[in-house]
Nanobody, 126 residues
Framework: QLLLAESGGGKVQPGGSLTLSCTGF????????IGWFRQGAGQEREGVSC????????SYADSVKGRFTVSRDHAKNTVYLQMNDLKPEDTAVYSC???????????????????WGQGTPVTVSS
């Protein structure tokens, strides 16, 4: 059973930056594509980004393109989501999820993923 744990959330002012981490426990992330999702209060879950197992393929939602960057460090068994120029509408609980091994064209669908973390909250407010 692969366990995922997110960290790095917090409160930041508009225009600020945060880096979220998704670390795997009880298993290697090497063979998994990792997706990032977010869900704001009263909103549906939204696919934010995905990185393939090898790291060569990355996908982003239009709402975050140019501001968010996904990356992974196999040695640390961790995937990162660098978030820049944060806006109040980015406020949400961010979760990572694992699927083998490609993101594919349906990467933004939560039903595709087998394992989920508990999420880390991000608040963008002045």
């Amino acid at each position: 059973q692969l366990l995922l744990a997110e960290s790095g959330g917090g409160k930041v002012q508009p225009g600020g930056s945060l880096t979220l981490s998704c670390t795997g426990f009880d298993g290697s992330l090497d063979n998994y594509a990792i997706g990032w999702f977010r869900q704001g209060a009263g909103q549906e879950r939204e696919g934010v980004s995905c990185i393939s197992a090898g790291g060569g393929s990355r996908s982003y939602a239009d709402s975050v393109k140019g501001r968010f960057t996904v990356s992974r460090d196999h040695a640390k068994n961790t995937v990162y989501l660098q978030m820049n120029d944060l806006k109040p509408e980015d406020t949400a609980v961010y979760s990572c999820a694992a699927d083998r091994p490609l993101c594919g064209t349906q990467w933004f669908k939560g039903s595709k993923y087998d394992y989920w973390g508990q999420g880390t909250p991000v608040t963008v407010s002045s």
